[in-house]
């Protein structure tokens, strides 16, 4: 299949192809004669040489002083970093076309999908109407004879015409849906690559400007949580805060909302978990409960919110009071929140492994804040 321009294609300028010779600058004569006359300061000699422990460029009589130094001739030492830039330069192109090829592969390979599926359900469209077609053809038949059989005959014909009509009856009821063809909706977890998430989730990362300037609602956190003047979010142990009761504040839970709410497009935040070995974050509905100890104010434990969480050595994505184990190696020292308000997709991402932690699909109702949690020591928005 051969689409229009791929986005993959976009990467790399035409002018960058490998095989463009205007890429690679031309050999350079290796002559000992410097190109540029440059000239010593010093002594007004020919910078003929290079100093290794200088990291400089000398002329003859400087290299007299230079007895123990290891020098070389200038046409050697630029002949050197040629080299090596054409090194660097052909690693660079070689990898960014694996990742070209890979990606024109992931897109032909789920844009075949794509197709395959749509044709599927069309196909599925045809054959159903196909089938009723036939079927309502057949049932006119029948309600024809019936008709017929019932104006037409004399009682006694029509009595003894009863078996012919319970098999007519019975014909008719036999029409059922036909059984190839039940899913006529297109499916759309034809599209889910890891490969293509992961990339999509990095590259949401990488460019800092698509974070969300984010900042903790003061007005919404529990007793138990402070901000630090480095603007981080602190447990405290003992000493509970004794905050005004807004309507809008946890009273029990060491919860946090977010100063922003989404409602569309997509949207990604960064939090510094580094310090903390309990913490919860994900995203709540406003409507979500804030008072007492109940599992409706508690983050994960009710419809309103949806949090992965980090309790010790264990890690967990919660939703409802339902929790979903997630088995990590390692304790990711940041974690990326990935939304797509629309598609209904929450990614939890490890920004420096290039990880993603767990993936979930739901349907938002209503406007999503960012939430947080914190159980142990701080945690913090990275901006
Ligand atoms: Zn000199
Ligand atoms: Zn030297």
Redesign the pocket.
Known sequence: MSGPQTWAGDWIREEQEPNDPAMIPPAQPDTAEPQTGGT?R??G?QLLWFCFPDNKL??P??RSRCLNHRTVPLAERAAHIRATAREARELVIQRLNLIRSVCDNEEQRLLEEIHAEEERAQQGILTQRAHWSQAAHKLSNIRSYLVDTLTELDDLSLVNSDEAIEERTEEAEGILEPQDSDKLNFNPNCVQSPMLNRLWASSMFCCSTVCEDLAFNMKTTGPLLALTEDKMLRFLQKKPKNYSDEPERFNHWPNCLANKSFQGGTHAWKVNVEKSGAYKLGVAYWSMARKGSGNDSRLGYNPNSWVFSRYDKDFCFSHNSEHQTVELLRSPKQIGVVLDFDLGELIFYDPIACVILYTHQTRFRHPVFPVFAVADETIALIQ
């Open positions: 010593c010093e002594h000699g000398i002329c009589q400087c």
